[in-house]
């Protein structure tokens, strides 16, 4: 992306310019790693000045060449950010000493290795246990609460493997939810303590006694998407949760499978999605695990 310049600027207000929403230290941060070209040569020196006739381009983020050796599959990766895809059955967040291992603490030893303990991820937005899909996670605190304040300009897909089928081919679900001391979230009335959801959906394909949805969401509640369409009377097939028939195997065939996220630095659009996962509708006896 060529940057113009109009008047003899440095180079980080220029770069301030063209990105408003970014803090200068992201902005340094870009410069320091090489992703701007003046003239066709690599520029790292924030406060250089240039003038309106050189040439400015903001190059694409520098991934680290050895992320292929990541335990988990990374969709991308820059500076700022890294996008990864979990598998169902895995925590996302979880501290040592918890029940089980977290994709959190698999990226953060990955990269704390990879940058012999410099570097370390920041959580951004959760997915279930059970549940499969894309996750961003952030570089460093900055960008997470960057990210966090314009959460609500992310789009969010999943793919719904559900018992039955739905009243309509396509309709919308809205519900104030609340949860319980069981950690189990309900539809419930308007108050104080519950949490209004609105949740898309769409028939994609339909078999005898199940149906594949795509679901897109609003709102980023607990259990939003569970709990919706086992009030539609569609539950997810494995969800014993939320009322799910126990004969099939626990997984629960939810896949987040498309994410799109404004750059925190640039406010770029980013779009990332990934397959439906292998065995997704393989309706399996139960008795087996993750």
């Given at each position: 992306m060529k940057v113009k310049v109009k008047q003899e600027i440095s180079l980080i207000d220029l770069l301030l310019q063209e990105f408003p929403g970014a803090s200068r230290s992201s902005v340094k941060r870009i410069i320091q790693h090489g992703n701007i070209a003046v003239n066709g040569k690599e520029a790292t020196n924030a406060v250089s000045i240039v003038k309106p006739a050189d040439q400015v381009e903001y190059k694409k983020f520098k991934a680290p060449e050895n992320t292929q050796n990541a335990p988990f599959p990374v969709l991308f990766e820059d500076d700022s950010i890294m996008v990864v895809e979990k598998k169902a059955g895995l925590l996302t967040y979880g501290e040592r000493g918890t029940s089980g291992t977290s994709l959190y603490m698999m990226i953060n030893d990955f990269i704390r290795e990879r940058s012999k303990g410099k570097d370390k991820i920041f959580v951004v937005h959760r997915l279930d246990r059970e549940v499969s899909g894309i996750l961003v996670f952030a570089k460093n605190e900055e960008i997470q609460e960057t990210l966090k304040e314009h959460w609500k300009e992310t789009e969010k897909r999943y793919y719904a493997f559900v018992e039955g089928k739905p009243p309509k081919n396509e309709d919308t679900i809205s519900s104030w939810l609340k949860?319980?001391?069981?950690?189990?979230?309900?539809?419930?009335?308007?108050?104080?303590?519950?949490k209004f959801a609105v949740t898309h959906y769409k028939v994609l394909r339909e078999f005898p006694e199940h149906t594949l949805?795509?679901?897109?969401?609003?709102?980023?509640?607990?259990?939003?998407?569970?709990?919706?369409?086992?009030?539609?009377?569609?539950?997810?097939?494995?969800?014993?949760?939320?009322g799910a028939d126990d004969h099939f195997k626990r997984r629960i065939r939810l896949h987040a499978f498309f994410l799109a996220i404004p750059h925190p630095v640039t406010g770029q659009r980013m779009e990332?999605?990934?397959?439906?996962?292998?065995?997704?509708?393989?309706?399996?006896?139960?008795?087996?695990?993750?």
């Open positions: 949860e319980n001391r069981a950690q189990m979230v309900f539809t419930a009335r308007e108050s104080p303590d519950a949805l795509e679901i897109n969401i609003e709102t980023g509640r607990k259990h939003q998407i569970r709990v919706h369409l086992s009030d539609m009377g569609c539950p997810i097939v494995g969800d014993r949760k939320y990332f999605k990934t397959r439906m996962p292998k065995g997704f509708q393989t309706l399996a006896e139960k008795h087996e695990h993750y």
